[in-house]
Antibody
Framework: QLQLQESGPGLVKPSETLSLTCSVS??????????WGWIRQPPGKGLEWIGS???????YYKSSLKSRVTISVDTSKNQLSLRLSSVTAADTAIYYC??????????WGQGTLVTVSS | QSALTQPASVSGSPGQSITISCTGT?????????VSWYQHHPGKAPKFIIY???KRPSGVSNRFSGSKSGNTASLTISGLQAEDEADYYC???????????FGTGTKVTVL
């Protein structure tokens, strides 16, 4: 059964870089025809797609975040990574990783809360 | 890319049916038959309940159904139960550069 688990610092200072890892078990992150993505939910707000990486290595980012986001995979560790630079309080959110196709996002990780504060 | 528009809240009594709308544009909902719906209980991982507009994944109750007309997709929950109380989000594929746009979310309350 495919499972995803996010990990990383729960507190990041403003202007620094947020780095998260998503460990994948039960399937290879190199699986053909799947995307692996990051989605976040700021406190009291809705879900926001951040970006994804396809099985061929192509990356896709939300336009408003594109200049600050990098998504990559480490196939040797079966892990997905997110880097978000120059963070502000507006980047405080629960961050989820997930596998998806064009038609559906599933499964999701449990999510990890990242707070941006000095 | 703006979020898809959903009502902030919808409520109903046990056994009733409710419908949640999800309005996008002809660049997302209206263009692709790739709307999905997610049930989210706070503190848990979102669970996908509808894909490709109206298809249910294995294990999802047939009380959940989806449809689409033009730029608006809809989720209907029939025979409302207490366990259906949650936040619901729609999501649409939006093309090869943007990929995805989520809805604003709807809080469902069972009275």
């Amino acid at each position: 059964q495919l499972q995803l688990q996010e990990s990383g610092p729960g507190l990041v200072k403003p202007s620094e870089t947020l780095s998260l890892t998503c460990s994948v078990s039960g399937a290879s992150i190199s699986s053909i025809s799947y995307y692996w993505g990051w989605i976040r939910q700021p406190p009291g707000k809705g879900l926001e797609w951040i970006g994804s990486i396809y099985s061929n290595g192509s990356t896709y980012y939300k336009s408003s975040l594109k200049s600050r986001v990098t998504i990559s995979v480490d196939t040797s560790k079966n892990q997905l990574s997110l880097r978000l630079s120059s963070v502000t309080a507006a980047d405080t959110a629960i961050y989820y990783c997930a596998r998806h196709t064009m038609g559906a996002v599933a499964p999701w990780g449990q999510g990890t809360l990242v707070t941006v504060s000095s | 890319q703006s979020a898809l528009t959903q009502p902030a809240s919808v409520s109903g009594s046990p056994g009733q049916s409710i419908t949640i709308s999800c309005t996008g544009t002809n660049s997302d909902v209206g263009r692709y038959n790739l709307v999905s719906w997610y049930q989210h209980h706070p503190g848990k991982a979102p669970k996908f309940i509808i894909y490709e507009g109206s298809k249910r994944p294995s294990g999802v109750s047939n009380r959940f159904s989806g449809s689409k007309s033009g730029n608006t997709a809809s989720l209907t929950i029939s025979g409302l139960q207490a366990e259906d109380e949650a936040d619901y989000y729609c999501c649409s594929y939006a093309g090869s550069s943007t990929l995805y746009v989520f809805g604003t979310g709807t809080k469902v309350t069972v009275l």
